[in-house]
């Protein structure tokens, strides 16, 4: 609450320029550890056979070993990961270290909801930190944390005129509990919590619970949900209305490609949301909406990767659409070993597309 608070304080243009400091550095400490030296780097240019290589071919092997930290040759010739029986997953990536598995993450992220009064959309940035830790590793039992703050500026000019609202402040947080067991069966339990500053100032709880089972050493299915904990009350220019969590559950199948890209997609059912408009309030409220979404990982080093998700709930003029992308360093040099890691966080960090809001008139 003092870092929302604090930063509500902070020009939006301060914010914005800071964020792209903030990523630049990320990504130079990055790359770095896998980097080699300009001796290094001159070798690559000598064949191993006496003759001489074109430059250009040279320059393109010394520029992928700079950015992955090994070789071309390594790369083509290194086979792919032989299947494994379910719950061999769960066994691999029993990394322990206190780093292994912390993640820092900034990015992009945007968003549209029944909270936005029918008259807003929002578009900003956002700066994250998750962990997972083990607590008893023999069963692979861990316990995974991580706070959020979103900074967002309006995308509609509608709310600004009425209540003079240009940007809105998100501290998202969570914890729980996870296991993937030896049996291939994987399952957690986290509460999320948002302290939001926007056209009023709430906050917003939740319990989030996902359980799957390991097909194979590459395949997961399973069920992933969200239920209320806690709603709110806000009120714009005399309207009062409430706000709470949405309550929803969804279907997904889980993949980890090779070079341990990792995609995960969804589909599922909502209770029920509003379709408030402030401008023309009294329409019903949508029940049983359809819910569909994805996130992808995908490692670039041992220490940098992409990370983005997604997630709609039907119909898209009232429902969700929700989306955030962006770069996570993994300060223990991680980041290729997290999609089998034991005890990597099992559900994402809370965030719009995993924390959906509904509007009510009371």
Sequence with gaps: MFIARWVKDVPGQLIARGSWVLFAAVVFVGVHPGGVSAEEAGELRQPDDGGTKPQGETDRAASWRLLTGTDVAEELSAAPPESAAPGDAAKAGADTGWADNLSLFLGLTGSKGPEDLGINANFGFRTAVNWGLPVWEEY?????????????????????????????????????????????????????????????SFTLGQWRGQVGYDVTANDEVGLWGAWREHGANASVDDETFSLRPILQGNIFWRHVWRNEITTRAWVGVAEEHGRFIFVAPGEPPVHHPVVFGADVFVPLTDYLSIFGEANFITPNDSGTVTATFGIAFYPGGGATRAARSRFAPLLPLANNPTFATDLRQP
């Design 140 to 200: 692979g039992l861990g316990v995974q944390f991580g706070s959020s703050l979103n900074y967002s500026r309006t995308a509609v000019r509608v709310l600004s005129m009425i209540s003079d609202t240009h940007d809105r402040i998100e501290n998202f947080s969570t914890a729980g509990v996870f296991q993937r067991s030896n049996l291939g069966v994987n399952w957690g339990v986290v509460y999320d919590f948002v302290d939001e500053r926007y056209y009023s």
